[in-house]
């Protein structure tokens, strides 16, 4: 399973519903220092790459007290040259890192923290989920209905899934991701910002971790999170303190 794409579908165009209350990243309390990915326990190569996927390995990672598998790029170099030798030039690699950011806002998620919305029970999207250790915390330990990670790229959502799966959280299709009495199912959805969408199922938290590294969309994603929110739904997002260009402010020829 984790050797083969998972298959992901699109968002369908909708009624955008009431203006969500944000929560400001402000709000949310400061953590200790995690470990950069290098730091993160290498535990299985998953596979070397192939037409469908990059290479792929299984990491731990510390989330708070807790410890989760995580499915990613081994690095930015190593997904770079597979998009390369795809002659995907214009691609951007920084969805294969797990970002400080997201690990904060996992962090706070698994610590329940008081300036958090209340997510038990609830109905969570992880926006530019990139790898999803919002979200799969939300799903693990926050104690979520449901999770769909959303992102442009469809191989972070993949990956996203694939970690969902190795740490035994049942992943389904959208329309089935709210039909469970017991435990946390996920899913996955292509999401576009400049094309605000909805999904089939109605959504009462939004999470979002270092969305807003280029200001120039902060406009695209505030409408797509309104369109995602149902009634007096949160948006809950953590933003770098660092400005970043695609993975690791790289240029290249």
């Known amino acids: 399973m984790l050797a083969s794409p998972y298959r992901v579908r699109g968002l369908s165009p909708g009624r955008i519903p009431r203006r969500p209350r944000p929560v400001f990243a402000a709000s ?6 995690f470990g950069v990915d290098d730091e993160d326990e290498i535990v299985a190569s998953l596979t070397e790459g192939n037409d469908a996927l990059p290479p792929l390995v299984e990491v731990v990672t510390r989330v708070g007290e807790d410890r989760l598998k995580v499915v990613k790029p081994p690095g930015a170099e190593d997904l770079w040259d597979w998009y390369e030798s795809k002659g995907q030039m214009e691609a951007d690699p920084s969805w294969g890192k797990l970002w400080f950011t997201s690990r904060i806002l996992a962090s706070c998620v698994a610590s329940c923290v008081e300036s958090l919305p209340e997510l038990r029970s609830k109905r969570v999207v992880e926006v530019g989920c990139g790898l999803g250790l919002a979200g799969l915390s939300a799903a693990m330990f926050g104690g ?7 992102d442009r790229e469809p191989l972070a959502i993949h990956c996203a899934l694939s970690s969902a799966a190795l740490n035994e959280v049942e992943v389904v299709a959208v329309d089935d991701v709210n039909n469970s009495s ?4 996920v899913a996955g959805a292509l ?4 094309a605000p969408q909805t999904l089939s199922q109605p959504v009462d938290v939004v999470l979002g971790a270092d969305c807003l590294y280029d200001p120039a969309t902060a406009a695209l994603l505030a409408s797509a999170c309104h369109a995602l929110v ?3 739904g949160h ?5 770098s303190l660092k400005p970043r260009c695609r993975a690791e402010q ?3 020829k």
């Open 191 to 194: 999401l576009d910002w400049s």
């Open 250 to 252: 790289r240029e290249r």
């Open 182 to 185: 017991s435990g946390c199912r």
């Open 230 to 232: 149902a009634g007096d």
């Open 28 to 33: 949310l309390p400061a953590v200790r220092s």
């Open 235 to 239: 948006v809950v997002g953590k933003r």
């Open 144 to 150: 979520s209905k449901s999770v769909i990670f959303c």
